[in-house]
């Protein structure tokens, strides 16, 4: 089984004791050399900065939620591959994009890592990605 993925709500725990303990998100801020106003943005789930996380032992990881397992949440690895497995049974990589309702030069960018996997979720079964956190090694 892999790393036990944390919710935001878990985040935001660890990240408000740790800025109590540092007297405020000022005092937060300048011991770990971090902008205030980044820390408050974490801290409220507005944005949520990698910089933020690490300094409570957390990285944020995406995951895509599988619609037809409910609460399952896929790897970026599961949907390369589903994606992969997709394009072999069509033969071509362009039946593929033409079934994705997409180019081809789009599924190439896809698949090369090039550009994000939204264009196609849909069609593979899965959700629009969300953020959760593990813990450092």
Same mark, same amino acid.
């Given at each position: 089984?892999?790393?036990?993925? *944390?919710?935001?709500?878990? *985040?935001?725990?660890?990240?408000?004791?740790?800025?109590?303990? @540092?007297?405020? +998100?000022?005092?937060?801020? =300048?011991?770990?050399?971090?902008? @205030?106003?980044?820390? =408050?943005?974490?801290? &409220?789930?507005?944005?949520?900065?990698?910089?933020?996380?690490?300094?409570?032992?957390?990285?944020?990881? *995406? =995951?895509?939620?599988? =619609?037809?397992?409910? #609460?399952?949440?896929?790897? +970026?690895?599961?949907?390369?591959?589903?994606? &992969? &497995?997709? +394009?072999? %049974?069509?033969?071509?990589?362009?039946?593929? @994009?033409?079934?994705?309702?997409?180019?081809?030069?789009?599924?190439?960018?896809? %698949?090369?890592?090039?550009?994000?996997?939204?264009?196609?979720?849909?069609?593979?079964?899965? #959700?629009?990605?969300?953020?959760?956190?593990?813990?450092?090694?």
């Amino acid at each position: 089984m892999g790393k036990l993925l *944390l919710k935001p709500i878990d *985040l935001c725990g660890r990240l408000n004791v740790a800025i109590r303990m @540092a007297g405020g +998100v000022p005092q937060f801020a =300048r011991l770990h050399g971090l902008k @205030a106003q980044v820390v =408050r943005d974490t801290q &409220n789930l507005k944005s949520i900065s990698a910089d933020v996380t690490k300094t409570v032992g957390l990285v944020p990881v *995406l =995951r895509y939620p599988v =619609r037809a397992q409910a #609460g399952r949440l896929a790897t +970026v690895g599961e949907v390369q591959e589903k994606l &992969n &497995n997709f +394009v072999a %049974q069509h033969e071509t990589q362009r039946a593929a @994009a033409i079934v994705l309702g997409i180019s081809e030069g789009s599924l190439s960018n896809i %698949q090369n890592a090039r550009r994000g996997f939204t264009p196609v979720l849909s069609a593979l079964g899965f #959700g629009l990605p969300v953020t959760r956190f593990v813990a450092m090694p």
